[in-house]
């Protein structure tokens, strides 16, 4: 049976069948606020002859230098990928995909947990860009307890040429569709070798940050928010005098949700930091950094999820109406838990999962209110899923369905909190479920 204890908004336990699923005290009130770091960087790990650098001797270097930050994405992380994660500490690494020419390059070095690895080729590729699957990865970072942010690691069609820059805008759509699919009302960081340039009249570096309400920190920080003029002299760094001014191809981009707020308090080019013994470069790129500090809304607060990696992504911290009482609670469930949903005094609702299982629900009288939710979990098919929910009210009325198992997890408002929507991920049934707290009205 598992058993484990986090603090925050919620208690986490392990339950057996037949325990009555009474609401667990009150937990204690979330943090405030937090920092992380992030770094991107080429490492040009490319096979000896065709790497531009020196990666056996300098990846094992960089393993090391890149110990201080929070978050890490590397690119071309390819044939000495053993000799990277050998020299580094971080306690949650991605597996690697392979060298070349099996492998994207693409991996996350962090301090923080991540959940929900994807990893996604481009639709479209020109020249030794397709020797290998170049794209992006996706996986959702847990800096704290319910504080959960998507970070794309992104590597794009390289060269100027016009097949080049049309493979390259292909891509940089590509990640903006996806983006927009998959963390809609999410906070979003960025971090990756796009190829691509402000000035450089081919590129579509604008569209993904106007698309997606994201902010470049190095716009933000060094041009005060306004970006080089496309077609203006590229603004590239001289390696002699590196300052934070000169554009790379290297970017930071970021926004918060409706719960998270994400302020940049620092953009860096860390070249000094990343230099061999003799003042060489460790790659053929320059590492980049961003300091965060994050905070939170007040009158709202997210659980962790529970569940698996499938299914659609979905939440309700864009929407969910403040200082509303919940009305209903509804659910779909036979074997599994298909469907959740939510109805609230002002007549907006909530509906999560698939059509099947029978229909239940429980209207809440005045002065009722969501208090806290189990959710127990298991594989079907392959995937892991929910398969039982219990809904408990303050009055300690309950609603439930589905099949117990012995993985469990409840969630639970503190005092003067309420269950008002969701987050998660959802198919024909519901793989994943968090929660999200107002304050009862």
């Known amino acids: 049976m598992q058993m484990v204890k986090l603090t925050r908004f919620v208690a986490v336990v392990a339950l057996s ?21 992030v770094l991107s960087y080429n490492v040009a790990g490319l096979p000896e002859g065709l790497s531009s650098g020196n990666p056996k001797a300098n990846t094992p270097i960089i393993g090391q230098r890149i110990r201080p930050y929070d978050i890490v994405h590397v690119q071309e992380d390819f044939n000495f990928h053993a000799s990277l994660y050998a020299n580094n500490t971080h306690p949650f690494r991605t597996p690697t995909s392979g060298g070349v020419p099996f492998g994207d390059g693409l991996n996350t070095l962090a301090n923080h947990p991540y959940s929900d690895l994807v990893r996604d080729k481009w639709d479209k590729c020109n020249g030794t860009d397709c020797l290998t699957p170049k794209g992006f990865t996706w996986s959702r970072t847990r800096v704290a307890e319910g504080v959960l942010i998507d970070f794309y690691n992104v590597h794009a069609n390289a060269g100027s040429n016009e097949a080049d820059l049309a493979a390259r805008r292909a891509n940089i759509s590509e990640l903006s569709r996806f983006i927009a699919a998959n963390s809609a009302g999410n906070a979003v960081v960025v971090a990756g070798d796009t190829n691509t340039r402000y000035t450089r009249t081919g590129d579509n570096i604008r569209e993904l940050v106007s698309a997606n309400g994201l902010t470049d920190a190095w716009v933000q920080e060094e041009r005060g928010g306004v970006p080089p003029a496309a077609g203006d002299p590229a603004l590239v760094c001289n390696d002699a005098a590196i300052t934070d001014a000169c554009e790379v191809v290297d970017k930071i981009l970021f926004r918060g949700n409706r719960y998270i707020t994400l302020n940049l308090t620092r953009y860096a080019n860390e070249n000094a930091a990343f230099r061999t013994a003799d003042n060489k470069m460790l790659s053929d790129h320059y590492p980049i950094a961003a300091d965060f500090r994050w905070t939170l809304n007040p009158a709202l607060s997210l659980s962790d999820t529970w569940g698996g990696p499938h299914g659609s992504p979905f939440t309700d911290v864009a929407t969910v109406p403040l200082a509303q009482r919940v009305t209903k609670v509804s659910m779909r469930a036979g074997s599994r838990v298909d469907q959740v949903g939510l109805t609230l005094a002002d007549g907006t609702s909530f509906t999560h999962g698939g059509n099947g299982g029978s229909a239940r629900e429980l209207t809440l009288a005045a002065g009722e209110h ?9 594989q079907r098919d392959g995937h892991t899923r929910i398969f039982f929910a219990r809904f408990t009210t303050n009055t300690g009325r309950t609603l439930s369905g589905g099949s117990e198992t012995p993985n469990a997890v409840t969630y639970t408002a503190p005092a003067g909190w309420q269950i008002a929507g969701f987050h998660g991920r959802s198919g024909d049934e519901v793989d994943a479920l968090g929660v999200v707290f107002t304050r009862v009205p």
């Open 17 to 37: 069948a037949g325990t009555t699923g009474a609401a667990l005290p009150a937990a204690a009130a979330p943090p405030a606020a937090g920092t992380f770091s």
């Open 370 to 378: 969501l208090t806290s939710v189990t959710l127990h979990s298991a």
